[in-house]
């Protein structure tokens, strides 16, 4: 899949950007005023080279880095693994989690089970969705598929077809 540019890794290089621009101005000033006072160059040097990592650490991506491992191990004790390790820092802002059923997830012969109908809280899990009525999850239950018809009968992916079904939902072509 392509790489999502999330809104957290955006903000942090903005961050950096703003300690670095911060770095260079305090740098600036520190070479004028202490020029003007007459320090030594190598003095004034030292010094902005000291105000330079007091405003940009060079230890932030080390402890990010920490934190993330720290992070990766709690949740593996929990049997959680991440294949994207930089995720987890934008995770605590998770709402939803959604899965797919393209088979990256699931492999042949899977049957459905129901539905979980989610509005702003988790409702119990429905067995028949065909009970839910016309609600957005059964129209898009029976209608975003790859089903087709084929010498008047109904084929495609078998998980496609078993949701379909328990629509009662009819096709037509």
């Given at each position: ?40 160059t190598?003095?004034v ?25 720290y992070a990766?191990?709690?949740?593996k ?26 088979g ?13 109908p ?39 992916d ?12 009819l096709?037509?072509?």
């Open positions: 899949p392509n790489p999502t540019r999330l809104r957290f890794y955006r903000q942090s290089l903005k961050f950096l950007a703003f300690l670095i621009l911060l770095g260079v101005i305090g740098m600036l000033y520190t070479v004028i005023y202490q020029k003007l006072k007459g320090e030594k190598f003095t040097i030292l010094q902005m080279a000291d105000l330079f990592t007091t405003a940009v650490p060079p230890s932030l991506p080390a402890a990010m880095t920490v934190g993330v491992i990766i191990a709690r949740l004790k929990r049997k959680v693994f991440c294949i994207s390790p930089q995720r987890i820092n934008v995770c605590g802002k998770i709402k939803c989690v959604c899965f797919d059923k393209t990256t997830l699931t492999e042949d012969g899977l049957c459905f089970w129901g539905v979980v989610v509005s702003d809280t988790c409702k119990e899990p429905v067995r028949r969705p065909n009970e839910l009525g016309i609600t957005p999850l059964t129209i898009a239950m029976a209608s975003c598929h790859s089903l087709t018809l084929v010498n008047g009968q109904l084929v495609g078998s998980v496609d077809l078993h949701i379909f079904k328990s629509t009662d939902w096709f037509e072509d």
